[in-house]
């Protein structure tokens, strides 16, 4: 088991991610932090982010098939469903060996979570919802009045 050190993005840490049917993170590295997954034989990616999307600089997609444990700064438990994009973490990490499908590879998994300084993850309200409609039908000109 390995630590790392970095910023968490895009964290399904202790729900499923619909797409892959894992939990899974992104973490940003620096270079040196990137040097001890490759030196793992584990690939480092550099984000190419699409117009208002956090650019994520150097960075790996860590998977794990069960809920990590997720804590504060004081090792405190924590919702991890409150993680945001932007959190800064130390991730307890493991490289793993796969085959799949005729293809072959390492990856890295993931156990525990630790929040160092928290982005707290916001889904917005109903309120904005209200405000944002409200604007629209006016636009439209579908407005009550």
């Known amino acids: 088991m390995s630590v790392?050190?970095?910023?968490?993005?895009?964290?399904?840490?202790?729900?499923?991610?619909a797409m892959s049917g894992k939990y899974e993170l992104d973490l940003s590295l620096t270079k040196d932090e990137a040097k001890a997954f490759k030196d793992e034989g584990i690939e480092v990616k550099k984000d190419s982010p699409k117009?208002?999307?956090?650019?994520?600089?150097?960075?790996?997609?860590?998977?794990?098939n069960y809920p990590a444990k997720v804590v504060d700064s004081s090792k405190?438990?924590?919702?991890?469903?409150?993680?945001?994009?932007?959190?800064?973490?130390?991730?307890?990490?493991?490289?793993?060996?796969?085959?799949?499908?005729?293809?072959?590879?390492?990856?890295?998994?993931?156990t525990v979570v630790q929040i160092l300084d928290l982005v707290e993850y916001n889904v917005g309200s109903?309120?904005?919802?209200?405000?944002?409609?409200?604007?629209?039908?006016?636009?439209?000109?579908?407005?009550?009045?």
């Open 126 to 145: 109903l309120d904005e919802l209200d405000d944002d409609t409200a604007t629209l039908n006016d636009e439209l000109g579908l407005s009550d009045e």
């Open 51 to 64: 117009e208002g999307q956090p650019d994520k600089g150097l960075f790996v997609k860590m998977k794990s």
């Open 4 to 17: 790392a050190t970095g910023t968490i993005y895009w964290a399904c840490i202790q729900h499923v991610n």
């Open 76 to 110: 405190s438990p924590i919702d991890g469903k409150t993680v945001g994009n932007g959190s800064k973490v130390k991730v307890v990490w493991n490289p793993y060996d796969w085959n799949f499908k005729g293809k072959k590879g390492t990856s890295a998994g993931f």
